[in-house]
Structures are given as C-alpha cells and as structure tokens.
C-alpha cells in the first residue's frame, strides 16, 4: 500500500494465523480437559449424570485425526482432569499433594491407552457410528475392568457406571451390572458426537443422520426406565435393623490407645438412641474398635455392655493384630457371649492399608510411613451369619472400599446374603466427596444385586438404599446418628449377579480382539475420519 512500509500490511494477517494456529493447537488439550471435568461431573459431590455422555463425545472429537503419540498425550489429560479432580480424598488422608497426583496420573495411563487404542478404532469405523459405538464402548468397558483388576488388585474407583445412580440408566444395573450401564453412557456419547458431526455437513440427508444418531443415544441413555425390575424373591420377611455413627475425636483432643477407646466410646453412648426400639440387631462402622476387641479389656467392656443393654446382637468393625501385621475384621457379637462369628477384609487398599514397595516410594514422601502396619488380606465370602430374633440372617459385609469390586458382593449374594451392609470409615478424607462418592457405589450394587444396602460410616455418610434406587434414613457427617431401619430380606438373584464373571470375560476377549484391529490399522498411520490422510496428520 502507498505510504506504508513494505510487509506491514500482512502483520495483522500474521499476527491472526498465529492466534489460529496456537487455538488449534492447544485445542485437543482443552477438549481433554472438558472431556475430564464432564466425566468428574458425574460423580458425587455434582452428580450431573448426563454429562458423562457429552464428556465421551469430546474425547471422541478430540481424537479424530490424531496421530498415536498425540492420541496418547490426549486421553492422558483426559484421564488426568478426571481422576485429578475425583481422587481429592486422596491428599485429605495424607496430607501431601504427591499422593492425589500420583494417583490421578497412574489412573489416566488407562484412558490414555485406551484412547490409542480408540484412535486406531476410528479409522475403518469413523463413519460408521452403528459400528463405532458398540466398539469404542467394548473397549473402555474392557480398560474399566483391567483398571479394577491389575496391579495391585486393582482400583474400581471413577468406573463410568458408579456416577449414574441419580439417572436413568441405574435401571439396566440388575440386568447387566457396570459392565451394561457403561457401555451404554459410552455407546450413547460416541453416537453424539456423531451426530454433531453429520450435522456439520449440511443437507437433508444429514439432517437425518443427525437426528436418527440422536434418538439412538436417548434411547440407551432413557430406554432402561422402560425395564420391570428383575423379580427378586422378598418373601423371607424384614428384619429391623439399626445402624450407629459415632464422633471422631480430633488428633489433638487425644491420642494412641485412648483415642482408639474415644471411638469406640462415642460410638457406645450414640447407640443408647436406639434402646428399646425394637432392633433386630445393630450396625457399628468399620473401625469401630482399632483396638482389637477379642483381647482388648477395655475395648471388649464396652462393646459388651452396648450389646448387653441393646440385647441383640451387634455387628462391629475392629482389628486384630497376630503379629508385625493387622487384620481388617468385621465381627458378630453376641450379648453375654462375646465373638461369634467373623469376615476378614480380602481386600486391603494399596497405598491406603498397606504399602508395596515402601523403600521405593519412601524416596518421593515420607507418608509412606502413616501405615506403619501393613493390612493383610483375609479370605472367604464377604458374609456373617448372625442369629437375631430367632432367626439366621445372611449378611453380606463388603468393608469399605470392597464395595467397589462387584465381584466380592456378587459372591456373597450367591451364596444367600439376604441384605448388604458397608462399614466403612471415612475420617480420614475429611470433608471431602469420599463418602459420597462411596456411597453411590452402595447405591449401585443395592441395585445390581436386587439387595437393600445399608452403608454405616464413623463419621457419614450413612443410609439405606433399595434396589429401585430410592435412598432413606441418611445421616448428616460428622454429627452422631443413630437409625432404625425396616428391611426387607431377600432371596433369589438378578441376571447381574448371575453372568456378572462370564461379562467380564466376554468384555476383555473382545476388548484384546478390537485392540488387535486397532494394531494391525497400523499405529503410525494417522486416522480417526474414515479416510487414510498420505501427510498432515497431527
């Protein structure tokens, strides 16, 4: 232009194209964070059910055309937003930043694998949505399960199905366990984000594409209201059940032994609520004496004088120390009788209950060192039996984050559990959403299994939830309660709990199959439209 110098005319154009070229850049990175936070959403303390569904679209989007280093890097972040936000309770009981961030990252490894494996996936079905949605679905069920499972036993916690307990995909729980209601919140985003894509094209003939892309998605996601509930027999009568949460008393009120003696104390003096209310028999938490109450004289005086004025028996948490080690015990107490019966926690939590590889992980913080006793495992069904107004009752009796692994409570309902109840103790995550987010996981397996559960925690959440989702008798936390609850006693079991094994190895044989359709496209090939891109892919 006359009277400018030359170039100066194109720095706004320059200037612009860079901004462009850095907002796509950077945009897979935001969409892993969007695609995080909706997944987060989810879940309890929000319980936004039906953003998990858009979260997976996003990722779906963000994925396409990538190559497999950035498909990786992309549904790591992903992961990362997720769990980073979800595991909070993590830093809670340590004290150190290093723990929730350790965790969150080894947790996204599987969304990171398992979007390369996606990534390989989207090129010969991207266009296919019929195809792509069942396939992309396999596949994260599958990764859902392998993270539960392995090293270490695995962590169940963020399985895609535990946040749909408000929605209503819960209904599918009795007929198809996680396994079903995953699939279906991940089957119904990649259909979304089809139809978004479509839609895109304009004319007609997308229009209905979109659209019938659209009413498929609603369909898995609303489509369960429609199912009866499995007919689960509730012809063995109720029982009246009462469940008691006591008072922490902080670390500088008191310490050591007689801090583990306040517990069970304040649990002790909370439970004469209940005195002549006519209880069956009486739930305590888990760690209701971290004394152990068989050979402990004080602790033994106290539960037996609670279960001698209740005159029923009651069902308590407590510890047992045979040597350098402790057991996690849920036991049966029996007024003027002591112990009768006994469920050792098969499940110890990694890093929560016991720590592998202390010398190693000693090297990073020096947490390592607030488990200075090692938990060992127990073995045998998750079940007491106890005797309670002349009756025998089966109960099963997941310890706290047990209640996450379907497999453990899906055994006990075989072998005749009539109702589940979960001790937990949740005072050392402090005000976060741990108890919440545990208890949704009750919530789940109450309808998986067709089994009224009864979460009964130290300091909350505690409450009743019933197969058909309805939840009552909830405690506020941190404040001592103590409940009455009428429940019904069940026999019979629902399909979930019958091919709930055979599901899980169906889903990881056709999990590894997709994975080896996904390898053999080829991971240096950018992919994910349905066409095969010679250059320029990112």
């Known amino acids: 232009m006359p009277g400018h110098p030359a170039g100066t005319g194109s ?13 796509r850049a950077s945009a897979p990175a935001l969409a892993s964070a969007v695609c995080g936070l909706c997944l987060y959403a989810s879940f309890a303390p929000l319980r936004w059910w039906f953003l998990a569904p858009v979260g997976v679209a996003v990722l779906v989007a963000a994925l396409r055309g990538r190559r497999p280093r950035a498909a990786f890097g992309t549904g790591f972040l992903a992961g990362l937003a997720f769990f980073g936000l979800l595991v909070d309770w993590a830093s809670e ?9 350790g965790l969150g990252a080894v947790l996204a490894l599987y969304t990171a694998a398992m979007a390369l494996v996606w990534r390989g996936l989207l090129e010969p079905f991207g266009d296919r949505p019929l195809l792509l949605a069942p396939a992309l679905a396999t596949v994260w069920v599958a990764v859902e399960q392998l993270r539960g499972a392995w090293p270490l036993g695995g962590m169940p916690w963020g399985t895609l199905a535990f946040g749909q307990v408000d929605g209503p995909l819960l209904r599918l729980a009795p007929y198809g366990s996680s396994q ?15 139809a978004v894509r479509v839609a895109r094209r304009g004319g007609k003939a997308s229009a ?49 032994r007689l801090r583990a003696l306040t517990v069970t104390e304040n649990l002790a003096a909370a439970t004469r609520r209940l005195e002549g209310r006519g209880a069956d028999l009486v739930l305590w938490p888990e760690s209701a004496s971290d004394l152990d109450a068989h050979t402990d004289p004080d602790a033994g005086a106290v539960v037996e004088e609670a279960s001698r004025r209740l005159g029923v028996p009651l069902l308590l948490g407590t510890q047992r120390y045979p040597g350098d080690y402790r057991y996690n015990d849920y036991i049966a107490w029996l007024p003027d009788r002591g112990p009768s019966g006994r ?5 110890p939590v990694p890093f929560g209950e016991y720590m592998p ?21 127990g073995s045998g069904p998750a079940l007491l039996d106890v005797n309670a107004d002349g009756r025998r009752l089966r109960v099963a ?4 984050f047990e209640i996450g692994y379907e497999g453990i409570v899906n055994e006990a309902v075989r072998k005749g559990a009539q109702f589940i109840a979960v001790p937990t103790n949740n005072a050392s995550f402090g005000h976060s959403a741990e108890s919440r987010q545990q208890f949704d996981m009750t919530r789940f397996l109450s309808a998986e299994t067709g089994r009224t559960a009864i979460q009964v925690s130290t300091v909350g959440v505690s409450g009743v939830a019933e197969p058909d989702g309805r939840v009552h008798h909830m405690t506020e936390p941190w404040r001592p309660e103590a409940r009455l609850a009428r429940v019904a006693l069940r026999s019979g079991t629902t399909p979930a ?39 320029g892919g990112r």
């Open 11 to 23: 720095r706004p154009g320059g200037a612009a194209g860079s901004l462009l070229r850095a907002a």
């Open 93 to 101: 009981s340590t004290g150190t930043w290093v723990a929730r961030a």
């Open 180 to 194: 079903a209601v995953g699939f279906a919140v991940v089957a119904a985003g990649v259909l979304l984000e089809a």
């Open 208 to 256: 209905i594409g979109a659209s019938a892309c659209c009413l498929a998605a609603a369909g898995l996601v609303f489509g369960p209201l429609f199912l009866p509930l499995p007919p689960v027999s509730a012809g063995t009568g109720t029982v009246a059940v009462g469940f008691v949460q006591g008072r922490i008393p902080a670390k500088s009120e008191v310490s050591g």
């Open 343 to 347: 469920y050792t926690k098969q499940h």
């Open 357 to 377: 590889a202390r010398g190693f992980f000693r090297l990073f913080t020096s947490a390592v060192d607030q488990i200075y006793l090692d938990m060992r495992a």
């Open 397 to 400: 009796v997941p310890i706290c």
């Open 497 to 535: 709990t019958r091919v709930h094994g055979y599901a899980t190895a169906a889903f990881y044989l056709a999990g590894a199959a997709l994975g080896g359709l996904a390898l053999a496209q080829g991971l240096n090939r950018p992919g994910g439209n349905g066409k095969r891109r010679e250059k």
